[in-house]
């Protein structure tokens, strides 16, 4: 006899369900202000809310407003530190990047609000989970997969996928349920510490440039400053310690630095990116701080890691980065990756100089007693002691299997049949 070992399997809805009490992923947007209503009329249950801040600010004023709609206990927290401390550190090390270019804002924070959104929904005896999110986009993939790993006996629920309202639907419902409805904006952002993800209305269009108004973070490169602005980042383990001789948290420091690198225009990124869901989409991010501590750190891990450890580890790095994409985080193999990567950064310490200039941010300087540069190796002047001399010998074993193989196909081209009337 086989033995089998029971998984539980994902929840669908069902028009049987019911719950005493949900917890509700709440922003604060119209979305899950509708949803209040929606899970008390669906479900019969008392909702509960709760609204982390990540870095994006206003949640007071969603609790306010949660209250307002007779919500019973709405949850806010301040979870900056620990989004830094055990999302952000790794995503630093990792050279975090999705498709070479998304530095994984959105995709960070969703673990990290389904691990408080666990454990307060067991503190407070919620039966059921509720988040904002579309049938069609990451985030569900990622407060469920996450979810899920965490806590199998929670539901989840995603009104978004069930109550199939259009806009002007969700307009007339908030309206009807006395929902303040503001002037709706086209786009749907997203935003926490570490970037603002911006989608939806006409940058839908991937052939059309993104207006202007978008931006918040980054200052267009036209408007930007003429003079540039020199900054050098201190790195202890991989992870920035200080900035400009100044000792910094991490929170503090990305913070100052989405202000001195957005205002100079460095960290807006337009690109089409391939969703888990199997759909290609039109994102726009803005990170400043992401993409000036990435290329800071990258340039000092290569200067303190050998031509082996520069070679491999990108493989690693981008692997981590898609199961953070890809809404794994609680993946074994992230964790084992990111203890590689882990392990790699010891020695990553150091200073990093760097110049920004209207949109670019350019490495200028290097330093560290860890490096693996040798000047008295690298240098054509006086004093050198790289034996040139030792060169020859290495160039003959180097090319060794090149010479042969090009051998063997001269061989093989000589000795062939000539085709007849040739
Ligand atoms: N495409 C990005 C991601 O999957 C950003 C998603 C942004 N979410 C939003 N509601 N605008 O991580």
């Known amino acids: 006899m086989s033995s089998t070992t029971m998984v539980s399997s994902s929840y669908m809805p069902s028009a049987e369900d019911s719950f005493d009490k949900i917890l509700l992923l709440y922003s604060g947007g119209l979305d899950t202000s509708c949803m209040i209503k929606w899970l008390q009329e669906q479900y019969g249950a008392e909702v509960i809310t709760l609204t982390l801040d990540l870095g994006q600010g206003g949640i007071e004023a969603a609790r306010e407003?949660?209250?307002?709609?007779?919500?019973?206990?709405?949850?806010?927290?301040?979870?900056?530190?620990?989004?830094?401390?055990?999302?952000?550190?790794?995503e630093i090390q990792a050279n975090g990047l999705y498709q070479d270019r998304y530095p994984l804002a959105t995709a960070l924070a969703r673990p990290l609000m389904s691990q408080y959104a666990v454990e307060i929904a067991q503190e407070a005896g919620a039966d059921a989970i509720a988040h904002g999110c579309t049938g069609k986009g990451n985030d569900q993939v990622r407060f469920e997969v996450s979810i899920a790993a965490l806590a199998p006996q929670i539901k989840v629920l995603a009104p978004v996928r069930d109550w199939q309202l259009s806009r002007e639907g969700e307009v007339a419902y908030a309206k009807a349920h006395g929902i303040p409805v503001q002037a709706g904006s086209p786009y749907s952002i997203d935003a926490n510490l570490w970037g603002r993800s911006i989608e939806c209305g006409m940058l839908e269009d991937p052939a059309q440039q993104p207006p202007a108004e978008i931006y918040e973070l980054v200052t267009s490169p036209e408007r930007a400053p003429d003079q540039p602005e020199y900054l050098e980042i201190q790195f202890e383990a991989g992870l920035p310690v200080a900035l400009n001789q100044t000792s910094m948290g991490l929170v503090e420091l990305i913070e100052t630095l989405n202000r001195l690198a957005g205002g100079h225009g460095v960290g807006a990124i337009d690109m089409t990116e391939d969703r888990i869901v199997g759909l290609k989409s039109r994102e726009i991010y803005e990170c400043p701080a992401a993409v000036t501590l990435l290329s800071a750190h990258q340039e000092l891990e290569r200067f303190c890691c050998t031509i082996h450890e520069n070679e491999f580890k990108p493989l690693v790095d981008r692997k981590w980065a898609e199961l953070v994409y890809k809404g794994l985080w609680h993946d074994p193999l992230r964790d084992d990756l990111g203890a590689y990567i882990g392990r790699v950064n010891r020695k990553v310490n150091g200073k990093v100089r760097l110049k920004l200039y209207k949109g670019s941010v350019s490495i200028v300087g290097r330093q560290s007693e860890n490096a693996l540069y040798d000047h008295q190796l690298a240098t054509y002047d006086e004093g050198q002691s790289f034996d040139q001399s030792a060169s020859?010998?290495?160039i003959q074993i180097w090319g060794l299997p090149t010479r042969v193989a090009q051998q063997k196909m001269l061989q093989s081209l000589s000795s062939a049949p000539q085709a007849i009337g040739s």
């Not at 709609?69 to 790794?90: P, S, T």
């Open 65 to 90: 407003k949660a209250l307002q709609l007779g919500v019973r206990e709405a949850y806010v927290q301040d979870a900056r530190q620990e989004f830094a401390q055990n999302y952000l550190a790794q």
């Open 392 to 394: 020859a010998g290495f």
